[in-house]
């Protein structure tokens, strides 16, 4: 048995007719658009290079832990007797993780300046958009 259609002598233009939808600015959606890819296209430019400034350092210390290894282990070589060698090849190993720790914290130090900086400007930008939002919409015609 087939049952009527409880909707169907319900006319939804009229009651949709009662709602008023708020005009939108587009001039100004196109606007906080713009601002925004600006934004994201200057963080990840500072976050490149931040990364490239890091790298480079890297680099840098690699090249210069290489020689300074070189020239330790011909240090070594010269040294005379084995109780000297020892004793030098422990005061090395200390230097180098003292070298070593000071680099990670340089590093850690440098990767959190940046990503702090990246922050702020996205931070920035979403507070802006916030206040920005509530100026998109007109008011509805009543």
């Known amino acids: 048995m087939a049952t009527a259609n409880p909707f169907a002598g319900f006319d939804f233009s009229k009651f949709a007719g009662d709602f008023s939808m708020p005009a ?4 100004k959606v196109i ?8 934004t994201l ?3 990840n430019k500072l976050a490149a290079a931040s990364a490239q400034e890091i790298f480079q350092r ?6 210069e832990s290489a ?13 005379g007797e084995p109780k000297d060698k020892m004793a030098r090849q422990a005061e090395l190993a200390r230097e180098g993780i003292e070298r070593g720790v000071a ?14 900086q990246v922050f702020d400007m996205l931070n920035k930008r979403f507070v802006e958009s916030l206040a920005e939002a509530q100026s998109l919409v007109k008011p509805a015609k009543k």
């Open 67 to 79: 020689e300074e290894m070189t020239a330790a282990f011909q240090e070594m070589m010269a040294a």
């Open 58 to 63: 890297q680099t840098a210390i690699a090249r």
């Open 103 to 116: 680099n990670f914290k340089e590093f850690a130090a440098a990767a959190t300046k940046a990503n702090q």
């Open 41 to 43: 296209t200057s963080a």
């Open 31 to 38: 606007a906080a658009q713009t601002k925004n890819v600006e």
């Open 24 to 27: 939108v600015d587009v001039e």
